[in-house]
């Protein structure tokens, strides 16, 4: 079950903040969040267990909502640097599915001098 | 810790050849993917391995697709009789327990 990412694309001046949101149908074990620039292979950001903690790496940041199945990519203070697709992987965790991403079709993120 | 690594990084295959992909994950990384990207969507999940078992195909793969990894090292990926609806970006992934993924830069098939 592919995770629905929203919004699909915002344009931000450097220094403006945004949420990118990604939410799951069913219950996850872990939400991973991807950033690829054009023509290069996804990299990867950081990653959420189920009952961990928010993560963050520098100026960006995540949560995860287990009750909503729902997490959450924050870009503070943007750089021209931050501006790619941002894919969320999940996870669910279970026997047959454990290790195996399901990726969101992906939000572009445009930052503007 | 060379990276994940991809071969060929393009190819252009005529309709109904049969085409092979090679990916050579990093070393110490037991757990490797396969993935396939079009344009504006994400990566879609093909199959996986732990070591050299394959553990899930996906559903959406017919049979034209195979994938191996023999002494669980290096995978490859082999597509028959191409079509032209296989053209995309094909992305191996490997990963080390409790990380995330290291992918490779990727083989962009066009099949013409």
């Known amino acids: 079950q592919q995770p629905v990412q929203s919004p699909q694309a915002v344009i931000l001046r450097e220094g403006e903040d945004a949420v990118i949101n990604c939410s799951s149908s069913k219950a996850l074990y872990s939400v991973h969040w991807y950033r690829q620039k054009h023509g290069e292979a996804p990299v990867f950001l950081m990653i959420?267990?189920?009952?961990?903690e928010q993560k963050g790496h520098e100026k960006i940041s995540a949560s995860f909502n287990e009750k909503k199945q729902q997490s959450s990519l924050y870009l503070t203070a943007s750089q021209l640097s931050y501006s790619g697709t941002y894919f969320c992987g999940t996870e669910r965790g279970t026997t047959d599915s454990w290790g195996k991403l399901q990726f969101g079709a992906g939000t572009q993120v445009v930052v503007t001098p | 810790d060379t990276g994940v690594s991809q071969d060929p990084r393009h190819k252009i295959t005529k309709r109904g050849q049969n085409v092979t992909f090679r990916c050579d994950p990093i070393s110490e990384h037991n757990r490797l993917y396969w993935y396939r990207q079009t344009l504006g969507q994400g990566p879609e999940f093909l199959t996986y391995f732990q070591n050299e078992a394959q553990l899930e195909k996906s559903r959406l793969l017919s049979d034209r697709f195979s994938a191996e990894r023999p002494k669980g090292s290096f995978s490859t990926l082999e597509i028959q009789r191409t079509e032209q609806g296989d053209s995309a970006m094909y992305l191996c992934?490997?990963?080390?327990?409790?990380?995330?993924?290291?992918f490779g830069s990727g083989t962009r098939l066009t099949v013409v």
């Open positions: 959420l267990l189920k009952g961990g």
């Open positions: 992934a490997s990963r080390g327990r409790g990380d995330g993924y290291t």
